[in-house]
T-cell receptor
Framework: DGGITQSPKYLFRKEGQNVTLSCEQN?????MYWYRQDPGQGLRLIYY???????QKGDIAEGYSVSREKKESFPLTVTSAQKNPTAFYLCARTIGGSTGNTIYFGEGSWLTVV | AQSVTQPDIHITVSEGASLELRCNYSYGATPYLFWYVQSPGQGLQLLLK??????LVQGIKGFEAEFKRSQSSFNLRKPSVHWSDAAEYFCAVGAEQAGTALIFGKGTTLSVSS
């Protein structure tokens, strides 16, 4: 699992509801990321965080929010403002240092709007 | 603009045949290059990475990739494909600094025929 735990694996949301995806890492790494994956689109960056209490928008942050109150946790909230939230969401973390900036992924969460 | 291009959306290879997946990048700084593999409904697994040094890098599962700066390419190869290699493959580029996000290509789906 790359040291990342995502939950739930499958989530259904009604139109107009907010939903929060959990991402926890147990290896004390600083940087964490959220990517969205759609068929044929590759991975697109939503938000990332390099340190606690700080995060930056990625390419498609609109309709999403995050928090980083603890080093090990980086939850993603998909708000009702997100027009097309049905997708596969991937959380990741970085191992840096002498081996460079390598990103490792969790197993992903499927979100479906019903 | 920074980008990764994987020209082939879908490739079919016979089991036992050789494989080459293409990746071209555009990046303003010294590129750190990665190949990931994804099985359906799963997270991404790191196959190999290039940071510096020898331009031919070896990865897991018998894969290798060659960095060619003059061609801005980082093609993935395997001498003999196994049916279990059928998956989606993603090329990505990033920077040295820990905590910077990766830019991904849109992926190449590999099918293996018997």
């Amino acid at each position: 699992d790359g040291g990342i735990t995502q939950s739930p694996k499958y989530l259904f949301r009604k139109e107009g509801q907010n939903v929060t995806l959990s991402c926890e890492q147990n290896l004390n790494h600083d940087a964490m990321y959220w990517y969205r994956q759609d068929p044929g689109q590759g991975l697109r960056l939503i938000y990332y965080s390099q340190i606690v209490n700080d995060f930056q928008k990625g390419d498609i942050a609109e309709g999403y929010s995050v928090s980083r109150e603890k080093k090990e946790s980086f939850p993603l909230t998909v708000t009702s403002a997100q027009k097309n939230p049905t997708a596969f969401y991937l959380c990741a973390r970085t191992i840096g240092g002498s081996t460079g900036n390598t990103i490792y992924f969790g197993e992903g969460s499927w979100l479906t709007v019903v | 603009a920074q980008s990764v291009t994987q020209p082939d959306i879908h490739i079919t290879v016979s089991e036992g045949a050789s494989l080459e997946l293409r990746c071209n990048y555009s990046y303003g700084a010294t590129p750190y290059l990665f190949w990931y593999v994804q099985s359906p409904g799963q997270g991404l697994q790191l196959l190999l990475k290039y940071f510096s040094g020898d331009t031919l890098v070896q990865g897991i599962k018998g894969f290798e990739a060659e960095f060619k700066r003059s061609q801005s390419s980082f093609n993935l190869r395997k001498p003999s494909v196994h049916w279990s290699d059928a998956a989606e493959y993603f090329c990505a580029v990033g920077a040295e600094q820990a905590g910077t996000a990766l830019i991904f290509g849109k992926g190449t789906t590999l099918s293996v025929s018997s």
